[in-house]
């Protein structure tokens, strides 16, 4: 055996450490950007879920103004048959 294989031998020896340390950096960055994705996407879910809560709850505001407006339209409606009546007659 020559003193440059020995050589050789001992840097393959060394990279199999250095390889595992750099799987284990990759995975560990690729598990903090993944945690940093689903943060977001939590955080992006409930902004739309709270949007979506303040719609509703427009929404049911509204319908309840359209059902007063058509029932104060019917009532009018209705007082000025009651007016053009008489004189019609």
């Given amino acids: 055996m020559s003193p440059r294989s020995g050589f050789v031998h001992s840097v393959v020896k060394m990279e199999k450490p250095l390889k595992s340390c750099r799987i284990r950096l990759r995975n560990s960055i690729r598990r903090r950007r993944l945690l940093k994705r ?3 996407m939590e955080t992006e879910n409930l ?13 049911e505001k509204l319908k309840n ?22 004189t019609t007659s």
């Avoid at 902004?47 to 427009?58: G, V």
């Avoid at 103004?65 to 008489?86: D, F, G, H, I, Y």
């Fill in 65 to 86: 103004q359209a059902v007063m407006l058509c029932e104060e339209n019917k009532e009018l409606l209705s007082q000025l048959r009651t007016k053009s009546s008489p």
């Fill in 47 to 59: 902004k739309l879920y709270l949007e979506n809560i303040r719609i509703l709850t427009e929404n």
């Fill in 38 to 40: 689903r943060m977001k």
